[in-house]
């Protein structure tokens, strides 16, 4: 997958782009990574996007809704390995991931608010492929996201 610039793509389609609060930081090997969206809306509760990882994700972004939680990560490392030997192009949590040390060498690109070594919990509770907003944006299922060094934004149809 090419290096992107959001900038770049701002200059060039900002009318028509939804443009993230930068509240991120960035996680992963990969500085920039870009797909179609594809949603979980969850809770300190790290289940259904396990599964949903646990699918093809060629040509797509994960963005998980975590309500923002500081109690606990939502992604660790072998859930980022697990997205990267389903050939996911990156994930985007409103929450936070831990095993921040192992995850710089894996080959994917993450945003999340921060760090936290506290595990999930385990019901399986939340929903999958619904519109999920933060950060002041929408992020709609089958629309696009572009993510780099110097934030996140989103579009209707794919730019690139």
Request: hydrophobic share 40%.
């Amino acid at each position: 997958m090419e290096q992107i610039s959001t900038a770049d793509l701002c200059d060039d389609h900002s009318d028509n782009l939804g443009i993230a609060d930068p509240l991120f930081l960035s996680y992963g090997k990969k500085s920039s990574f870009y797909g179609e969206i594809v949603t979980v809306k969850i809770y300190e509760d790290n289940v259904i996007l396990k599964e949903t990882l646990s699918s093809n994700g060629k040509g797509k972004v994960l963005v998980a809704d975590g309500g923002g939680s500081t109690r606990c990560a939502l992604v660790g490392d072998l859930i980022a390995d697990l997205a990267v030997k389903n050939e996911w192009a990156g994930i985007i949590v409103y929450g936070y991931i831990r095993d921040a040390r192992v995850i710089e060498t894996i080959n994917i690109g993450i945003k999340a608010l921060g760090t936290c070594p506290i595990k999930s919990i385990k019901k399986g509770q939340g929903d999958k492929q619904i519109t999920v907003k933060f950060a002041s944006t929408n992020f709609i299922p089958g629309q696009f996201v572009y993510s780099d060094e110097d934030g996140i934004i989103v579009s209707e149809t794919a730019i690139i």
